[in-house]
Antibody, heavy 121, light 108 residues
Framework: QVQLVESGGGLVKPGGSLRLSCVAS????????MSWIRQAPGKGLEWLSY????????NYADSVKGRFTISRDNAQNSLYLQMNSLRAEDTAVYYC??????????????WGQGTLVTVSS | EIVLTQSPGTLSLSPGERATLSCRAS???????LAWYQQKPGQAPRLLIY???SRATGIPDRFSGSGSGTDFTLTISRVEPEDFAVYYC?????????FGGGTKVEIK
């Protein structure tokens, strides 16, 4: 079955860095655009970034542009989010999610369980 | 960016009642690229509806979506105990994709 499993979250100090990973299984990973979406505690959902199947196309929300970098390794069926210059407002559960074929972003049809990132001194 | 406003913030219903959730966009959503998600506490969101009115795989037919342009609606014909959750709309017709603030459907 289709599955996404995130890891790499934890406690980090303001200004620090963290790299999140997402391992995919049950589908041909390279055929799909993938997204990162986050949810601050008790708040709504915020789209952060997407990458195309070949990594040729990427895009970012203004809130993370220049600080976060999305990447993927199709040989390892893995998606990554490198997060630098972290701020308290980046504290959230981070989800990786699959975008259906034929779409670049949105209507994500499979989500991981999420990994919690806490930015605090 | 398109701002989505969901109403009401909270909907208090008894099992078996009809739920009507609204999502209003600040500008027209291209090609009715509007999705609805359900999220239960401690879980990831689950896709319910895409293209404003198409049910995702495995979604019961008591869930239906409608609307176009700037006004969209998610209807649960008869709320089941497992339907008490938070519901989010998302537009994916223009970049960046955006989510509404959510509607909580709670037990009355």
């Amino acid at each position: 079955q289709v599955q996404l499993v995130e890891s790499g979250g934890g406690l980090v100090k303001p200004g620090g860095s963290l790299r999140l990973s997402c391992v995919a299984s049950g589908f041909t990973f390279s055929d799909y655009y993938m997204s990162w979406i986050r949810q601050a505690p008790g708040k709504g959902l915020e789209w952060l970034s997407y990458t195309s199947g070949s990594s040729s196309y990427t895009n970012y929300a203004d809130s993370v542009k220049g600080r976060f970098t999305i990447s993927r390794d199709n040989a390892q069926n893995s998606l990554y989010l490198q997060m630098n210059s972290l701020r308290a407002e980046d504290t959230a559960v981070y989800y990786c999610a699959r975008v259906p074929r034929g779409y670049t972003y949105g209507r994500e049809d499979c989500w991981g369980q999420g990994t919690l990132v806490t930015v605090s001194s | 960016e398109i701002v989505l406003t969901q109403s009401p913030g909270t909907l208090s219903l008894s099992p078996g009642e009809r739920a009507t959730l609204s999502c209003r966009a600040s500008q027209s959503v291209s090609s009715s690229y509007l999705a609805w998600y359900q999220q239960k506490p401690g879980q990831a969101p689950r896709l319910l509806i895409y293209g404003a009115s198409s049910r995702a795989t495995g979604i019961p037919d008591r869930f239906s979506g409608s609307g176009s342009g700037t006004d969209f609606t998610l209807t649960i014909s008869r709320v089941e105990p497992e339907d008490f959750a938070v519901y989010y709309c998302q537009q994916y017709g223009s970049s960046p994709p955006t989510f509404g603030g959510g509607t909580k459907v709670e037990i009355k």
